[in-house]
Every structure is written in C-alpha cells, then in structure tokens.
C-alpha cells in the first residue's frame, strides 16, 4: 500500500505486487516507447506520466528500495506528510530513551535497547544502465566505446561528508547518531509508540556546523562521467555486460554501483546471424551450377574463394568454416553458410536462345517454344 498522498508504482507500471524484476524491467520499456517525449512531441500528459513511469522503475527496480516501499509505502529518510500517525498527542523521545523505558517497565523482555540501522554506515551507490548500439561488424570485431552517463558522484569540495571545507561534523544531539526519535502517543486502545525521522538530522544521524555549498550537505552531486566501455569481440543482440564500481557513488564511503550495458545490434545487409554463424546468399548461373564453377563470397575478414561443385542445385547450403562470429566462450569463430540461388536471366540474345533450345532438345524435355 502506498503513503497517504502517494501514487501506487505498482498500478503505474501496470504490474502486481508479486512480479519478477524481469516484469518490471518489460513493463517500464514498453511504457517509456509509448509515452516518450519523442513520441509525442508537445503532449503534456504524456510528458507527466512518462515522469511518473520512470519514477516509478527507479524505485521498483531497485531491491532495496523496494523493500522499503513494501514496508512503509515511501522510500527515501523521511517519511510523507501525514504518514503513520494514530492522531493523538504524545512526548518526543530518542532510541535510546525508549530502550530504556521497555527495558524498565519489562524487565529487559525486550532485549534492552533496539537499534536500527545506523544511518552513517557505508551504504553502496545504485546500478546504472545504458544501452549501445553496434553494427553487426562492430560486434565482430569488438569495439570500445565512450559513453556519458548521467550519475551521482562523491563531492569533490567537501568529499562527500556534506560539511563545507573547515566545518566539523557533529552527532546529532537530538537523535544521539541514531537518525530516528519515537513518540509516545496517546490511542483508543491505550499508550503506543511510533517511530520517526529525526527531524535535527532528518535520519542522518549528524549534523554540520555549516553546509557544503557544492553539493548543499548531500555529500553527492551529479555529474556526467565518460567511461570507456569495451564491447568483446562476438557480442549478441541483448547481452548485458558489467562495468565494475562505474554506477553512483556510495555513501558514506560506501562502494559505487555497477554500469550495467545492454548491446543492441542492428541488422546488417549483408549477412545475417545465428547463434555464432553468418548466414549469406550466393547467385549463379545455370551453366555453372550444372558444369561447377569457382564464387567470390565476401566476408568480415575479406573476399573468400569457394568452389561450387558440378551440379549443385538450387537452394544448396555450402559451408566456409571459420568465417562466422567469435565465440565468446570459447577459442575459434563459427561457420560461414552460403546458400546457393540460381539466376534465370530475363532475356536472352538468338543464340542463348538456340543453344537452349538445342539443350532442351538434347535432355528430352519440353519447353514452350
């Protein structure tokens, strides 16, 4: 259930609550295609749900934030306006004091004081992801690419502590470091408590005397980086590759993320792919189909020789070994297959006509003239 004032991401990408990360991620690019700003230039209602969508797979797409979302109905430090409340009126205390209070009125059945996550813990930056478009030839010989990503990156005026150059960082006297205070409130059914950001620190768990002006006490800016990324030589249509500590900056002195890319290859005029074999077209005559002759085919690597044997047929498969794409996995390449087409010509000259016709004859087939 989403937070009070909140959109349900769920319904916004038109997925249930159960779907696969793989639903999510097919339900986000379908939508994107159709209510791109691309797509439909000048539609302000397309522009706001295509905010909305992607909104939404920011969220959904990432475990942890999802997680949060399935719990509370909100992601992020601080909760929405109006979230969580039972509408009484109670007295503001820290972690530590409600430890202390359960603790006494229980005897310690509650295990002392709670503590939850300490918001000053390294905290790993979020994946990216980045499409690139090869043509079939740069997938065989492999390539490397410059890209701009968009990313959150560690402040370099203040190194991401939030505080500016000279300022110190400071525990939140409020919070006591904790990044959460809780509230005794008064219900129908009698005193209970809630938890809440602090809202000194808002859940940072500390304070600074003054803020970073580069990055205003975030610790992270955002920035587009140029990252070389190398396409392996018989990369397919679709494979996605890793690029190690290349997505946002962590937190806290967290670890980045990832850059995940996804390889697009478009279609080549010449030849086409199957798995790690090319697939292209020959033309001969009829005379050299019957008597056998020598072709040309061209390759990635240059033209090759290929013998056509004496009375191949129309629709043969030849095969020149080696000539296909680089196996990924393993050492070598895959095959090129050659299928043979025979050449009717349209029209013929008097004497291709007589000596076809002296052929015909020769055969002892019928022909309409």
Partial sequence: MAAPGKKDYYEILGVSREASSDDIKKAYRTLTRKYHPDANPGDKEAEAKYKEINEANEVLSDPKKRAQYDQFGYVGDVPPEGFGGFGGQGQTFTQEDIGDLFGNLFGGGFGGRRRSANPNAPRRGADLEATVRLTLEEAYRGVTRKLEIPRLDTC?????SGAEPGSSVNVCPTCHGSGQ???VVNTPFGQMQQSGTCPTCRGKGKTVDKVCTECRGKGRVRRTATVDVKIPAGADNGMRLRVSSKGEAGVNGGPSGDLFILTEVMPDARFTRRDD????????????????CEVKVETFDGIEKLDIPAGTQAGSKLRIRGRGMPRLKTKGNGDMNILVKIKVPRT?????????????KESGVETAE
């Fill in 348 to 360: 013929l000259t008097q004497k291709e006509r007589k000596l076809l016709k002296e052929l015909a």
């Fill in 156 to 160: 370099r005026r203040c190194g991401g």
């Fill in 277 to 292: 074999d090319l697939n292209t077209t020959v033309e001969i005559t009829f005379p050299q189909a019957a008597l056998g």
């Fill in 181 to 183: 205070v809780f509230q």
